[in-house]
C-alpha cells in the first residue's frame, strides 16, 4: 500500500519579541505629542524598525492605542487592586486606591499619560472597548466610595469624579521630591473625609 503525502510540518511562531518595545514607544509618543500628532512612522522609528514590519504586530495606530491602553490599565488595576487587598475601614481603603493609583500614575507616566489623554472616538472600531476598560477600571472607586459613611445628600459620582481630577491631574504638578504619593492621598482623603463623615 502506498504511503500518503507526508503531513506539512506545523510553521513556529515568530517570536512577538518586539511588541513590548513597539508599546512603550507608543505609550511615550502618545503621550507627548498625542494621538493625531504621532504617526506609525514615529513609532517605528522609535525602534529601530522598518515603517512596514510594524503592521506584523498590528494592524493600525488604532489598535496599537488600544493595547497601550490595556498595558496601562493593567498596570494601574494590578496596583490599586494589591493596595486594597489588605482590608481596613472604608476610609483606609479608599486611601489606599488613591497612594496606589497616584504611584502607577508616575510609575508608569507614559502609560497613564496617553490612557488619561485618550477619547474614546480616537480609537475608531475600538472605541468601544476603551470604554469598557476605563468603566471597569473607575468601578473599582465606584465600588470604595459606596462603602464610605457619607450622609445621603452626597452625590457619590461627582466626588468620584471630583478625587479622580484630582489624582489624574498630578502628572502636571506632582513632582519628586515632595511629598510622597501615601501622604498626598491621605491629605486628599482626609480633606475629604472631615466634613463629609457621618
Known amino acids: 500500500m502506498p504511503a500518503g503525502p507526508s503531513p506539512t510540518p506545523l510553521r513556529a511562531p515568530r517570536q512577538d519579541n518586539r511588541r513590548a ?3 512603550d514607544a507608543a505609550a511615550h509618543l502618545f503621550s507627548e505629542r498625542g494621538f493625531h500628532a504621532t504617526s506609525m512612522r514615529d513609532i517605528a522609528k522609535a525602534v529601530g524598525m522598518l515603517s ?4 506584523y504586530h498590528f494592524e493600525s495606530k488604532e489598535e496599537m492605542l488600544l493595547a497601550v491602553y490595556e498595558e496601562g490599565k493593567r498596570r494601574v488595576a ?3 487592586d494589591a493596595a486594597v487587598a489588605h482590608g481596613g475601614s472604608p476610609w483606609e481603603r479608599l486611601e489606599a486606591a488613591c497612594a496606589a493609583h497616584l504611584r ?3 510609575a508608569h507616566r507614559d502609560y497613564t499619560q496617553a490612557m488619561i489623554r485618550t477619547r474614546q472616538q480616537e480609537a475608531g ?8 476598560l476605563r468603566q471597569d477600571y473607575e468601578m473599582r472607586f465606584r465600588r ?5 459613611p457619607l450622609p445621603p445628600e452626597i452625590d457619590r459620582h461627582y466626588l468620584r469624579l471630583l478625587l479622580f481630577g484630582a489624582l489624574n491631574w498630578s502628572q502636571v504638578w506632582y513632582h519628586s521630591g515632595g511629598d510622597s504619593p501615601e501622604v498626598v492621598a491621605r ?6 473625609r472631615r466634613p463629609l463623615e457621618v
Open 104 to 106: 502607577a500614575l508616575i
Open 21 to 23: 518595545q513597539l508599546l
Open 125 to 132: 472600531a475600538y472605541g468601544t472597548r476603551i470604554r469598557e
Open 187 to 192: 491629605r486628599f482623603v482626609d480633606i475629604l
Open 52 to 55: 512596514g514590519s510594524i503592521y
Open 144 to 148: 470604595l466610595i459606596e462603602d464610605l
Open 78 to 80: 494590578d496596583a490599586v
